[in-house]
């Protein structure tokens, strides 16, 4: 029934003899309808096949348009071209041009395949659409934006469901085969052909389509690292052919200005350029005709072109360009380094708002898009706490305090955008100290600020950093994390669904410096981003999507996608019985197997890193103090080896009692972590560092019995740009029987310098002495708040720690 109305949705030009032949059709092949249980697709679509011929394709197909409509079906030939060169050519035509040559009743007996697209704009889902194969016609039918999906699920049809890409090596081949075959005019050999998919066939079916969230986003950060016209095009097509609508593209930044402003030259004489630690020259930017160029490609593949213009924080390359944007008005430079920084733009003054109002509106002069992203994350208050301009705003605006200023600010900004008929997303920074009804929060810190958001009536993108941070490393995020993100928690009312729009995956790119970088991040996690944001939950399974991704390697190959890992090779659980540690080897990959090697703490440097030796069962015992293993899928080696270092010594497996909170962002293996043995790399989030957030460390640790040791150390983790910092100070304390107490140390190591190495941090000061205990109290103090001296001043500090050492 369904079918039938969306026939009669086409637009009142279209002749009505083909309508009602059109229909006949429908009802003739649709009676034998059956549901497919599998399909290649991504996102995955849910097809009826129908009994009848199969549709060939051959080397010419028509493609009938509707007239004043060409706009699709130009971009239906670029998709062929782009995606299958030129083994098929591509006629366009509209339909009145063959309905005056030609009997109407005649339209089913052409020869030749045939793609008729019925272009509706009254579709209600603007990206629905429907897509029919039959013998020699496939139609579909749609709203403009909805013709554009139908077409990229025909390019996966052909490309991926029917393995165009696996036989595209023997492609050229078979394709000359053809041709001079038929230069001399004679048969095709069309078994032999048919063999080597060069003859590809599509089975008779029906296709109703339509996204679950209408909001399907990636973040690129064009700041941090610039990426040219050609790799964000590159995006678009990439985005357009996996169905995701929107490119929210983040433009400026403390490291760089990318967008041209006429009025404001010097944001890309000087904002666009920053002088890295080696004294070279980095940038670039857009200028307006690039910018118009990027967004009419976009638009021509049905994505809209979020621009982010960040404000108040995120501002130093506008501030470098300009200093009376600051607090201070001191000249500072475009930021060579990661991180967050207290330079923002200053809320007291009204030439601030009056430079902002006038980017804006050449913004909105650029980008058509419904929503201008205003950023709104990671402000440091520290200079409006300091800055008299800002003090007075803040009470002659009646504000309570700071939070409210940046209230203020946003909101500001916001009746400006409104004026001008747009509307304001921001990140959920935006809800401290007031939210307005109309605005958008993009929620990246957890779930939590879009629950808040969607409760009170506020349209909601869900961007956590648990599922879609897409510059993460697969520990934290691999394809099946994405796969489970759902950007509708199961805590949120269900009368407030309707305020999710959906989801973005981001790309901050502070360590990605090049396409091949950004490929191996995005790809394949974005498929999985997809499908989470296009078909519905209940369609939705890991194990057959897996499968199906497998299918589409051939085609990224294809694009020259460099595309990344689907998961960490492999994980390295360990446990602890009777004092021994054992590992056992995890892995999301399908029947994964294993090779290892052990090296010796001092032998490192003279091993022989070739010698690996087949796993023969999944549990062993931890025997050396690296472990190496390499992972190979369906036999061959998966990504870089997985490595794990130990310590061995006499708290292993010992019981920890906690008077203090580590972070739930940072458990390490949880309550056990601190003495499971493992030890971690210059990287805090590898899993074996625990971290605490503006907490001591407090534990107590049981040896189970009296045991001799000779010294105690902690290891700490120390990285100030990530406001991590060793300890203030530490005492411990022993006791054999939990009443008498000693005290083996109690040191403070005073104040600390501004170093911004990566370092693992342990007190060499206490010496080795004979010691007896079974019972050890721990208290780490915490550094307190991060110094004056700091970008992030006044935060909470961290204290990061893997292991504390018995020996
Ligand atoms: C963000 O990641 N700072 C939005
Ligand atoms: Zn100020």
Redesign the pocket.
Known sequence: MFRIINFLRVSPCFPVHLRVTALFLFVSLNLSAQKNPVFDLIPQVNPLFKSGKEFSLRDTIFVYHQPNKKGNAEYLKFLFEKYFGDSYALVLGEFETYLEHESPYKYYDLQSPRIMLFEDSKTGDSEFYQLEVSEEVISIDGGEIGLKRGMNTLIQLIGVENDYFKFAPVQQDIYNFKRAKKSIGSPLDSTNLIQTKQWISLQPMIIDDHPKFSHRGMLLDCARHFFSVETVKKYLDLMALYKMNVLHWHLTEDQGWRIEIDKYPNLTKVGAWRTEKDGTKYGGYYTKKQIHEIVAYAMERGITVIPEIELPGHSQAAIASYPWLSCTGEQVEVVNDWGVFKEIYCAGNESTFEFLENVLTEVMELFPSKYIHIGG??VPKYRWEHCDKCQNRIQSENLKDEHELQSYFIQRIEKFLQKNGRELIG?DEILEGGLSATATV?S?RGFEGGIKAAENGNGVVMSP?SHC?FDYGLQSIDLKKVYEFNPIPSELEVQFHKNILGGEC?L?SEHIPDEANLDSKVFPRILAMSEVLWTAPEKRNYAEFYNRVQEHYPMLEKLEVKYGLETTPAKIQTFVKEGKIYATMVSEIPNATYEIRWDEKEMELDGDFTQFEKLEKDTFEVKDWKLSVKVLKNGKPYGEKVEQFFEFHKAIGAKVTYHSNFSRWYPAAGEQALVDGRVGIIDFKDGNWQGFWGEPIDVEIDLGSIKEFERIFIRFFQYQNSWIFRPKSMKIDLSEDHLTWNTYQDSDFGEEKSNNEKMIWYDRSNKSTLNKARYIKIHVENYGKVPDWHEAAGQDCWLFLDEIIVK
Do not use: A
């Open positions: 994350d990671e990140w993009q990246w950093t941070y981001n901050w």
